[in-house]
């Protein structure tokens, strides 16, 4: 790396003066108290309250949110930089605590309000003070249809330490404790993975095959628990009402069965346009005719390892952001100026990056691991794309806002493509070039294609589920069916890689989670597709202005203005073009090498 002035850290003051602070004591017993007052005020009483006292009941409940957002952010935020500090997890520990403990007093209010008739919603509505928290209303209103008695919720909730999250931690702590053997070492789950992107092909290649065959040793286990999940699933589904294993996930992430469906189909019916037409040109990169399961993310020979200074690196995202919008650039430009962003890795500090806001209508923070790396400045032009999504989002209202997977890493992919395209605009030769496209369109089939061949895999599991328990060795089967239809006929498919479906933990503590990846990968390309054929006018402030609504708008509504409509295949092809586009770039340099 560089060598490098201080670069920035972060200053916290704002919330509070360090742990010791006071005041951190004085917000805790605050919060209690509201929560408290507020459960007298309210509890059993929501049906009978007049709009004027059911808006002031949403401003108290704004409040308390406020007080909660600002004690558990600034906790987290503290001990992402102080993870050896045991004052700094104890407090953080003691905030989460304390926050459930009187959290539970106000849960009453949504699901008294749930219990109100359509008629007296439409009542309270007609006040314009409710109406402008009706982004939040309708997020507590749609569970209605699906709720059960409260006994049987209250059961539900019981039992669910027995059940559901009884496995799920079975799971976790099965995994943690694996350990696999390269070379005679020892490595955990993390350490394995990270020796396939190792330059060395035999070590991938052992590394690959026992990831394989400790997963083969727990799949007594691991198939079990997974049918168990399953299982546990389907029960409680099926007293809910939700149509498909799908259903109920799709309704926490606010999209319709038909739009995820649609979005499923149009990425598999490009597996062999885009996914297979990589890795045949990714085998010819490495010298190889097919490659191994574990070769997908290996580094190419010719990768270039150009460094930037954090002064390099500010200017390359900042550029970017300018040529494309200079008021995104303004927004972006303040992070920089203020002490709202911290960069270099040291001691005790959380590895990779992230942006965290404690209050909707305050900036949030960056935290970054900043070693000079090309990708450590795509990483800063993504933390940096969520840092301005947040601040556009500020006047949207602590309750009303939210954040919906599927439309949250809008605007952080999209400050990595601008990033990205500037770099690759600036590339110096042919070689550079190739290795920035194959890392990018990696990248891009990893998130938006290979998502949705788990997306298959759990589908086909759950529906097999509800005839009996499934066998491992059935669940291999349809594991390496849909790897074989994603990856296609140059990556080697077989009984080394059979088991590999277990190491996917969102199948286990998130089910049908996978797709929502591959969702807001094509959203976004959709967008930059859109942007890069310049079809769009004002695409700037029309794009601007989806940012501001993306957590309190329905999609429909959001991408109208851009002419795009999810529930369409068009939509998701537009962003699978995109990639179609890199790879078109890419096919075309390595056939003149
Ligand atoms: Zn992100």
Known sequence: MKKEKKMPEWDL????????????????????????????RYRGKVAKLEAGEFAAALRELEELSRISGKLGGYASLNSSTNLTDPKASALYQKIVESLNDAGKDILFFGLEYNKLSAAAEKKLLADETVRGYLPYLKRVRKYKPYELSEEVEKTLLEKDVTSGSAWVRLYEETMARLSYTVDGKKYNDAQVSRLCLSPDAALREKAGKEINNVSKENSFTVGYIYNMIMKDKAVEDEKRGFKLPMSARNLAEEVSDETVDCLAQTVRDNYENIAWRFYKIKAKLLGVEKIKYWDRNAPLPLESDKEYSW?????TVLEAYKAFSPKL????????????IDVAPKEGKRSGAFCSGPLTEEHPFLLLNFTGKRNDVLTLAHELGHGCHHQLRRHNGVLNETTRMTTEEVASVFGEMLVFQAMLNQAKDDKEKIALLAMKVNDMINTAVRQIAFHFFETRAHDERKGGEVPVG???????EEMKTSLGPWVEVDENSAYIWEQVGHFFFLPFYVYAYSFADCVVNSLYWLKLQGKVDNFEDKYLALLQ?????????IFAPFGLNPASKEFWQGGLNLISYYLDQLEELVNKL
């Open 329 to 340: 650039f303004d927004i972006a430009r303040e992070f920089f100026d203020k002490p709202w």
């Open 549 to 557: 609504k993306t957590a309190i708008g329905d999609y429909q509504d």
């Open 13 to 40: 003051s704002e919330y509070y003066n360090g742990v010791d602070d006071p005041k951190i004591d004085e917000d805790i017993k605050k919060y209690a108290e509201k929560a408290a007052e507020f459960a007298v």
């Open 474 to 480: 059935r669940l291999n089967e349809i594991w390496l």
């Open 311 to 315: 002064e390099e690196a500010v200017q």
